[in-house]
């Protein structure tokens, strides 16, 4: 249980109290079998089987005002569980080659309710204002073959495809008890190729060009509260997969006797369907049209205008996202000044985003 008091202050004072009592339930289960099969190779299987809760009610007080009165209560109710099931053979080939193929599969639920009560006054009752109830279930498929080639001595080159089939279900349970319904299915395709050279024993270079999807965050589908900047957070259930192609190299030098290595990437990643906050407002004019939003703040300012827009932002996609930059980092070990098991890390970053 947490208990904390802010003070805000300025034109209009205010001091409150916040009390979070937090209930949280965790547990996983999980295990590995692998077998030599001989010339058919090694198999493989494992699977990992969890499941998350977490009940939270929040109690907010004003006690600048005389009496004190609780203006906002909050609760919040999720459970998550996670199957996952995935088994792959190994084979060596001819000429230092191995291959592997397998599938994964992961089954997904997730539901979630948040219930937020206010009133300005004491003597007015705590009335319901937000609501968000949502039952999700995702099912995820991967077939998978990954090749390993050692060409030499000083190099490695190892290339992967995944393919990844998803069915998402998130029924969003209206107050009147019916269900808005989306049912979604994904296939994505994701190769990923592995360059390693040795120059010396203590110099390497790695290229990787891959593509990558991300796994939704199932609580961006549901209405929270974000406490930082004291605001709702609608949550938007119609959120994609980011598509990400990254391409990396990296050149690597370790120091004789172990005694650390300096590291420099650049990189370039592109973005598909890049996640981030999107307006998703319903602007209107002064007849109650439905415009855009650039009209709509070349309208002539309005407050009366203003305040029949509930302004709504939420996490979104939008078309793409460059990224590029590059990294510099180096590990020393400090056992020239007597402290061999303490080390030094340095490291500079220099990164442009582009979104469109």
């Known amino acids: 249980r947490n208990h904390e008091t802010r003070i805000e202050t300025g034109d209009d004072p205010d001091s409150v109290i916040w009390d979070r009592d937090q209930d949280n339930g965790k547990w996983e289960v999980g295990g590995d079998y692998t077998i030599n099969l001989g010339f058919l190779g090694k198999f493989k299987t494992l699977f990992v089987v969890n499941e998350n809760s977490e009940d939270i009610e929040v109690t907010r007080v004003r006690d600048f005002f005389d009496p004190a009165f609780t203006y906002t209560n909050e609760f919040t109710d999720s459970k998550r569980s996670e199957k996952i099931f995935r088994s792959s053979t190994t084979i060596n080939i001819f000429g230092g080659q191995s291959i592997e193929v397998g599938g994964e599969a992961a089954i997904n639920t997730f539901d979630k309710t948040f219930q937020s009560y206010s009133r300005s006054v004491a003597a007015d009752p705590l009335d319901l204002n937000t609501s968000d109830n949502v039952d999700i279930q995702e099912n995820r498929y991967e077939v998978f073959a990954i090749h390993s080639y050692n060409i030499s001595s ?135 049209n439905p415009i855009g939003a650039e009209e709509f703040f070349n309208l002539p300012p309005d407050m009366n205008l203003r305040d029949e827009i509930s302004f709504t932002s939420s996490q979104g996609n939008i078309d793409s996202a460059d990224i590029y930059g590059v990294s510099i980092k180096s590990n020393l070990r400090l056992g020239f000044i007597g402290v061999p098991d303490a080390v030094l890390t340095v490291g500079y970053r220099y990164e442009k985003r582009k979104s469109l």
């Open 154 to 288: 000083k190099m490695v080159l190892q290339s992967s495809l995944t393919t990844e089939f998803s069915k998402i279900v998130a029924d969003n349970i209206l107050p009147d008890n019916s269900v808005s319904r989306r049912d979604t299915n994904f296939t994505y395709f994701k190769p990923r190729v592995d360059f390693r050279y040795d120059f010396t024993d203590k110099d390497q270079l790695r290229i990787t060009a891959e593509k990558k999807v991300s796994q939704l965050r199932f609580d961006t589908f549901v209405t929270s509260y974000d406490a930082q900047n004291d605001e709702l957070r609608v949550g938007n259930t119609s959120l994609r997969p980011t598509q990400t192609w990254e391409i990396v190299s990296v050149y690597e030098h370790r120091l004789p006797n172990d005694a650390g290595s300096f590291e420099g990437s650049i990189y370039y990643h592109y973005r598909k369907d890049h996640q981030t906050r999107v307006d998703f407002t319903e602007y209107q004019d002064f007849g109650g």
